[in-house]
């Protein structure tokens, strides 16, 4: 996929709405060879997708070795969205914690008093920092079943189609 087809994707209006969301499900492959999708949190920063993890996190010796991801961004309604995006992760060891995981759980509700709370318990923490995971979109398809379907979804449509022609 070009990079300028990837950038429509993103930049569809519900694409943006679903980037605006605050988990993911990340799949990665595990040291072991199998296959991993786990929910973490993330940060839409207008070209990269941005998550923070530990910096003892078992998934960091996966992705330094094969850093090759997709995430998925969904909602939680009939019929789903999902958007779909697949790229390379970079690992970005930091002191502290990164501006992006306090705006991944920005939208979180909480009282500002439970806010001041959860900060001091995450710096705690996380004291010696964290990792970013950033991930630059190299593919990206946007799914929301009533403009656009799953890839085999739309061939069956198509045979469908050709059959009752025939």
Request: negative net charge; without cysteine.
């Amino acid at each position: 996929m070009e990079s300028y087809e990837v950038t429509e994707v993103l930049n569809r209006p519900l694409s943006q709405e679903l980037l605006a969301r605050d988990v993911a499900r990340l799949a990665y492959v595990a040291k072991d060879g199998t296959p991993r999708n786990i929910p973490i949190i993330f940060a839409w920063n207008g070209s990269t997708i941005v998550m923070s993890t530990p910096k003892n996190a078992p998934k960091l010796h996966a992705l330094s070795e094969n850093p090759m991801v997709a995430l998925t961004i969904d909602t939680e309604v009939h019929p789903p969205k999902i958007l779909l995006v697949r790229g390379r992760a970079e690992l970005d060891y930091v002191d502290g914690i990164p501006d992006e995981y306090l705006q991944a759980t920005s939208t979180y509700e909480m009282t500002p008093e439970q806010r001041v709370g959860w900060e001091t318990e995450v710096r705690s923490l996380y004291y010696d920092g964290m990792v970013r995971i950033v991930v630059t979109p190299t593919w990206a398809k946007l799914i929301d079943f009533e403009t656009t379907l799953p890839s085999p979804v739309e061939e069956l449509i198509r045979q469908r189609e050709e059959r009752q022609r025939a």
